[in-house]
């Protein structure tokens, strides 16, 4: 089952999960979102800011300090976009959909990154996954953090990807127990729905997926600014990640239409063996049948309707002949 996200009301502290200020790959300290005015541009100095369901206030905050295009802005305070990359002037726009599985159901949620000379800014929206843990791992590695802006890009996305695995392999189980209730004669209608369920929720994660495979590319294009020809392995591990995710997805769903071509196959076969049964018993009930229609016509003369042993013999007529019939339909295999 598909859950989307909606925005939640939360305060104004509950939008700021996070704001620090940060010098050679090491962290300073953390800044009140209400003083980013204060924080002068410096060589060097990086400010990382995570967002969650921020409104309109905070934004503004955030895009009066970087000077972040106005149409960015609309589309991170909205959400509901597609996967995608933009250039404004020297600062990225990205958008990425996150999944999380709740249970048996898959939330999806929805992540925008601004990345610009000095600054990176991270808005979430919905049911996904904290950035907590990119953060954490990022200021253990200064050394690759005094990359700048384009590796915490990097982390970022290896992150949201990472994550997309354990719900394809959770998702890998349930088609394997699918096909497993099949041919175990342990498949119901009601599995019915949940199969569908399940291809629905296939098709949200590849658009969610594939889109990324084109977002790497253009990143590691001359024409974006800020990254460094230096992470372009580091992207292209990105891109081979997503186009595993992608490939895993393609070949799930292929399984999960072979199963359920499987189970109607099986039905048929099912259905055929119950027809040729029924049409066999049928058959072999025909015989009686005309025969009793035939003396129960009532009229005086009949074959052997005074012979003493015409009821024996008809009723032993009866019998060879249903035999027979018997035999060659268990012989065919109908019986």
Request: hydrophobic fraction near 45%.
């Given at each position: 089952?598909?859950?989307?996200?909606?925005?939640?009301?939360?305060?104004?502290?509950?939008?700021?999960?996070?704001?620090?200020?940060?010098?050679?790959?090491?962290?300073?300290?953390?800044?009140?979102?209400?003083?980013?005015?204060?924080?002068?541009?410096?060589?060097?100095?990086?400010?990382?800011?995570?967002?969650?369901?921020?409104?309109?206030?905070?934004?503004?905050?955030?895009?009066?300090?970087?000077?972040?295009?106005?149409?960015?802005?609309?589309?991170?305070?909205?959400?509901?976009?597609?996967?995608?990359?933009?250039?404004?002037?020297?600062?990225?726009?990205?958008?990425?959909?996150?999944?999380?599985?709740?249970?048996?159901?898959?939330?999806?949620g929805e992540s925008h990154?601004?990345?610009?000379?000095?600054?990176?800014?991270?808005?979430?929206?919905?049911?996904?996954?904290?950035?907590?843990?990119?953060?954490?791992?990022?200021?253990?590695?200064?050394?690759?953090?005094?990359?700048?802006?384009?590796?915490?890009?990097?982390?970022?996305?290896?992150?949201?990807?990472?994550n997309y695995f354990p719900?394809?392999?959770?998702?890998?189980?349930?088609?394997?127990?699918?096909?497993?209730?099949?041919?175990?004669?342990?498949?119901?209608?009601?599995?019915?729905?949940?199969?569908?369920?399940?291809?629905?929720?296939?098709?949200?994660?590849?658009?969610?997926?594939?889109?990324?495979?084109?977002?790497?590319?253009?990143?590691?294009?001359?024409?974006?600014?800020?990254?460094?020809?230096?992470?372009?392995?580091?992207?292209?591990?990105?891109?081979?990640?997503?186009?595993?995710?992608?490939?895993?997805?393609?070949?799930?769903?292929?399984?999960?239409?072979?199963?359920?071509?499987?189970?109607?196959?099986?039905?048929?076969?099912?259905?055929?063996?119950?027809?040729?049964?029924?049409?066999?018993?049928?058959?072999?009930?025909?015989?009686?049948?005309?025969?009793?229609?035939?003396?129960?016509?009532?009229?005086?003369?009949?074959?052997?309707?005074?012979?003493?042993?015409?009821?024996?013999?008809?009723?032993?007529?009866?019998?060879?002949?249903?035999?027979?019939?018997?035999?060659?339909?268990?012989?065919?295999?109908?019986?």
């Amino acid at each position: 089952m598909l859950l989307m996200y909606g925005t939640p009301n939360t305060t104004a502290a509950q939008q700021v999960v996070n704001c620090r200020l940060y010098c050679d790959g090491r962290a300073v300290r953390d800044i009140d979102i209400e003083h980013l005015d204060e924080v002068p541009d410096a060589p060097g100095q990086l400010i990382w800011i995570g967002l969650y369901d921020p409104d309109e206030e905070v934004l503004a905050k955030v895009q009066k300090r970087f000077g972040l295009h106005e149409l960015a802005i609309e589309d991170a305070h909205l959400a509901h976009q597609r996967p995608k990359l933009e250039v404004y002037g020297d600062t990225l726009f990205l958008v990425l959909h996150t999944a999380r599985r709740q249970a048996s159901e898959f939330a999806f949620g929805e992540s925008h990154f601004f990345i610009g000379r000095g600054y990176v800014v991270t808005i979430r929206h919905g049911p996904s996954e904290t950035f907590a843990a990119v953060r954490a791992r990022c200021e253990a590695a200064p050394q690759m953090l005094r990359k700048g802006e384009d590796f915490i890009l990097y982390a970022l996305m290896d992150f949201v990807v990472d994550n997309y695995f354990p719900i394809i392999d959770a998702m890998e189980a349930e088609i394997e127990q699918i096909e497993d209730d099949i041919f175990s004669n342990r498949f119901t209608s009601d599995d019915i729905e949940k199969v569908f369920g399940l291809r629905r929720d296939l098709v949200a994660l590849r658009h969610a997926v594939q889109p990324l495979q084109d977002i790497c590319t253009r990143i590691m294009r001359f024409d974006v600014p800020l990254i460094d020809r230096d992470t372009y392995p580091y992207f292209r591990d990105v891109q081979d990640h997503a186009i595993k995710a992608s490939q895993g997805l393609e070949t799930l769903r292929e399984n999960l239409g072979s199963a359920l071509d499987a189970h109607l196959m099986l039905s048929s076969v099912k259905a055929n063996e119950v027809m040729k049964k029924l049409a066999g018993w049928a058959a072999i009930l025909a015989v009686p049948t005309a025969i009793a229609g035939i003396y129960g016509m009532n009229f005086k003369f009949m074959p052997e309707l005074e012979w003493a042993w015409g009821y024996p013999a008809t009723l032993a007529a009866i019998a060879g002949a249903c035999g027979y019939l018997y035999y060659r339909f268990h012989k065919a295999g109908w019986l």
